[in-house]
T-cell receptor, first 112, second 109 residues
Framework: SQTIHQWPATLVQPVGSPLSLECTVE??????LYWYRQAAGRGLQLLFY??????ISSEVPQNLSASRPQDRQFILSSKKLLLSDSGFYLC???????????FGPGTRLTVL | DAKTTQPTSMDCAEGRAANLPCNHS???????VYWYRQIHSQGPQYIIH?????ETNEMASLIITEDRKSSTLILPHATLRDTAVYYC??????????WGLGTSLAVNP
């Protein structure tokens, strides 16, 4: 069976500090991977998606970046966090050709 | 990409059917309707999807109108654990899920 992991579960960071959130998927190969952000009381906003190693598409201009160094690893980064980066970050995966997405447990980020 | 409109919140008594409506009047012929739910502080969970025909699985039923401009998600016997935000999503031409604000369903004892 397939599982998706995210860590850390919660994170409190000062403004201007760097960020690295990691997502890994097990039990499948060549998944499509997604990073979403959900601000308090809002819907999910797609940030990045990837259809393969090294292939990243950005949806919203911002101070965040994503990388996919391995087939089942997706990393969300920032060099300098802003207050507005606070939110619930969700990683998701899906099989190529299938539309159903499976979500990880999320990382709650608070920037102070 | 077609947008969806859902009521902000709904209440349902435990054991009764919960009927969650969704309007997607601009949906195009090859776009699917997807439903997810999100329990507080967890990642969204897939429920069901459909194109034209009504669909049923172990979690819910999806009723799509003949003109496909609206749909209803039915939880036949709601439990307290069904309290969540329910998202109705139309799969866009670029194959990305477009998320709205959803309906916050409260199942009351």
């Amino acid at each position: 069976s397939q599982t998706i992991h995210q860590w850390p579960a919660t994170l409190v960071q000062p403004v201007g500090s760097p960020l690295s959130l990691e997502c890994t998927v097990e039990g499948t190969s060549n998944p499509n991977l997604y990073w979403y952000r959900q601000a308090a009381g809002r819907g999910l906003q797609l940030l990045f998606y990837s259809v393969g190693i090294g292939q990243i598409s950005s949806e919203v201009p911002q101070n965040l970046s994503a990388s996919r160094p391995q087939d089942r690893q997706f990393i969300l980064s920032s060099k300098k966090l802003l207050l507005s980066d606070s939110g619930f970050y969700l990683c998701a995966w899906k099989r190529t050709g299938v539309n159903e997405q499976f979500f990880g447990p999320g990382t709650r980020l608070t920037v102070l | 990409d077609a947008k969806t409109t859902q009521p902000t919140s709904m209440d349902c008594a435990e054991g009764r059917a919960a009927n969650l409506p969704c309007n997607h009047s601009t949906i195009s012929g090859n776009e699917y309707v997807y439903w997810y739910r999100q329990i507080h502080s967890q990642g969204p969970q897939y429920i069901i999807h459909g194109l034209k025909n009504n669909e049923t699985n172990e979690m819910a039923s999806l009723i799509i109108t003949e003109d496909r401009k609206s749909s209803t998600l039915i939880l036949p016997h709601a439990t307290l654990r069904d309290t969540a935000v329910y998202y109705c999503i139309v799969l866009g031409n670029n194959r990305k899920l477009i998320w709205g604000l959803g309906t916050s369903l409260a199942v009351n004892p």
